[in-house]
């Protein structure tokens, strides 16, 4: 097609620019686009994930993508305050939390191509711009900019051999920072043709309480600034606290052409897990397979087979009783969405052992000695989840010591690994001084250091140690037995401290016993206590919260939840 020619043909007497990678055949994936409109935060990444798992049920390949607006590269760097917890990939990425949304949903690991950033987009155009990819042309928002967006979308399909793209389109419709993303949207449908691109316009139905009445204004203004950038949605979901009355649904229709079986009411719900099931029965996954004329390719033995499996597991979502309290320590303890994975993982595992898991946030700023036992009175369990800096360690390291001391099931995460190293150092090993580099530069011993020799000998150049890692767990130990005897598993990293090799022969004579190591490093990765000791005590210095899914619950968790049962029993 000479409108679509390659970057290498390109030159300054044409207009169009749309690099296509290598073997791309236009119009054979489809894609479909979802963007927000009234306010962030409505959960795009939920209706999406739901949305692309319906079909994956139907054994359609589907791989989804996240376009952030803001500049940075990647996520590592982000404040989780502002921006909820930094979601690791197996490749070491480090990215939005929807991206943990998605790989739970589907069930299917990601990798750094399913993360974009405006920052990505922009280092990406001036590299080739300095190449002299683009002699002789002013380099441009659009054509170049907008090609690149859609270079990544097409490369991903191509690499993943989707039969569906999901794209969301991170902020709202009528930030500056996404303007352009949508805009390549806009392009790409007119490329690969119109039943191959389907847009989704997700808003928000406001009900002020002081009218007793759903209100459509703010979602209609909102859908109407998303058709000035020439895009016509296909379908509208409408987050709403309740479900939405049909006379919205209806005046939306009206308002903007969009059929009124395609307004989906996507109220409040439970748990995020029952969505699949409301979309499912409202039809939406059908209208999406119509539109993307996808019939063909749905096999629909295995989506009965899928949805079966996916309805017993939702089936246990909501229970009440028995009510098991595990408590949490953090930092940001303020917002929730900075635990956002440690929290499904709790829920994947309360379905699992059949409890409903209740979780109570424990300040540790102020927590001693003194009031460790008032603070943690009405817990069966506790996590120390992980962090960085200063603040609340020592309370950490209290509440460690009294989950050791009581028996109280305990599973440390990173910083709630190493913290029970120290714990342990300075209690049972009797060494007051023992400590963390991070947090005391001048400690004795430094249990916990820095070690970038170890690193390197990893590739990873003395600095984070990221992405999925190989463990070796010991025959015989609560990890192995949690793991079916399974003797390596792979678990996703995020630190720079760990335990300094030359203190583990101390540690472990004086009881503390590491069941998971690197294979052929002595870097420590899973931590317990002799179970004729503790009945649950175990510490992991990466983070099994991230590959916790519905349908395969994190053993860890799993077992932190049943003895917290056994505990209130
Ligand atoms: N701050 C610790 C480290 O860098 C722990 C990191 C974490 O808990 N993710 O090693």
Redesign the pocket.
């Known amino acids: 097609m000479d409108l679509l020619r390659s970057v290498r043909d390109q030159s300054d007497e044409t207009e169009f620019y749309t690099p296509l990678p290598d073997g791309y055949k236009l119009g054979s994936t489809k894609y479909v686009a979802i963007f927000g409109t009234v306010m962030s935060g409505l959960g795009k990444g939920i209706f999406s994930s739901s949305l692309a798992k319906l079909l994956k049920d139907k054994a359609l390949r589907v791989s989804p993508i996240k376009l952030e607006g803001y500049l940075n590269i990647d996520s590592g760097t982000l404040n989780p305050f502002r921006h909820g917890e930094v979601f690791v990939l197996d490749d070491g990425m480090e990215t939005d939390m929807d991206l943990g949304t998605y790989e739970r949903m589907l069930d299917q690991d990601l990798t750094r191509a399913n993360f974009t950033t405006s920052g990505q987009i922009y280092s990406a155009v001036l590299s080739k711009e300095r190449a002299g990819d683009f002699l002789g042309r002013d380099v441009q928002m659009i054509p170049h900019v907008t090609g690149e967006v859609k270079l990544r979308l097409r490369t991903l399909a191509l690499q993943t051999k989707a039969d569906v793209v999901f794209v969301e389109v991170g902020g709202t419709v009528g930030d500056i920072e996404n303007a352009f993303f949508i805009e390549a949207l806009r392009e790409l449908r007119n490329e690969e043709g119109e039943q191959s691109v389907v847009f989704v316009a997700l808003t928000y139905v406001l009900s002020p309480p002081a009218l007793g009445e759903q209100k459509s204004k703010a979602a209609q203004l909102g859908i109407k600034r998303l058709m000035e950038f020439g895009i016509h949605p296909h379908i509208i979901a409408c987050r709403a606290e309740s479900p939405v009355t049909d006379k919205v649904r209806q005046k939306l229709s009206v308002y903007t052409n969009v059929p009124v079986k395609r307004v989906f009411s996507m109220h409040d719900l439970p748990s995020i897990y029952l969505l699949p099931e409301v979309m499912r029965e409202e039809g939406l996954d059908s209208e999406l397979v119509q539109l993307l004329n996808l019939g063909g390719r749905v096999n629909t033995a295995h989506e009965l087979r899928a949805a079966s499996r996916w309805q017993q597991f939702a089936s246990k979502i909501g229970r009440t009783e028995p009510k098991v309290s595990i408590g949490i320590t953090g930092k940001y303890t303020a917002l929730r969405d900075s635990y956002a994975s440690i929290i499904k993982a709790l829920e994947h595992a309360g379905v699992a052992s059949g409890s409903a898991v209740h979780v109570e946030w424990i300040d540790t700023t102020d927590i001693s000695d003194a009031n460790v036992a008032e603070a943690l009175a009405n817990v069966a369990g506790i996590i120390v989840?992980?962090?960085?800096?200063i603040r609340g360690t020592d309370g950490k390291i209290a509440c460690i010591k009294h989950a050791r001391l009581t028996k109280l099931p305990y599973l440390g995460?990173?910083?709630?690994f190493?913290m029970a190293v120290v714990e342990y150092a300075r209690n049972v090993c009797r060494l007051p001084g023992a400590g963390?580099t991070?947090i005391d530069p001048d400690c004795e011993p430094a249990v916990?250091d820095?070690l970038p020799d170890q690193k390197k000998i990893e590739g990873l150049g003395g600095n984070?140690?990221l992405g999925g890692q190989d463990v070796l767990l010991s025959p015989g130990t609560l990890a192995a037995e949690l793991f079916g005897g399974v003797k390596t598993i792979r678990r996703r990293f995020?630190?720079?401290?760990?335990v300094d090799p030359k203190h583990v022969e101390m540690l472990t004579s004086a009881g503390m016993i590491f069941s998971g190591r690197h294979p052929d490093h002595p870097i420590m990765q899973v931590l317990e206590l002799p179970r004729e000791v503790h009945p649950y005590f175990i510490g992991t210095q990466f983070?099994p919260e991230l590959s916790s899914r519905p349908l395969r619950p994190c053993p860890f968790f799993v077992g932190l939840v049943t003895a917290a049962m056994r505990r209130q029993e």
């Open positions: 989840p992980g962090g960085f800096g995460i990173c910083l709630g190493q963390s991070e916990i820095i984070m140690r995020r630190h720079r401290y760990e983070h």
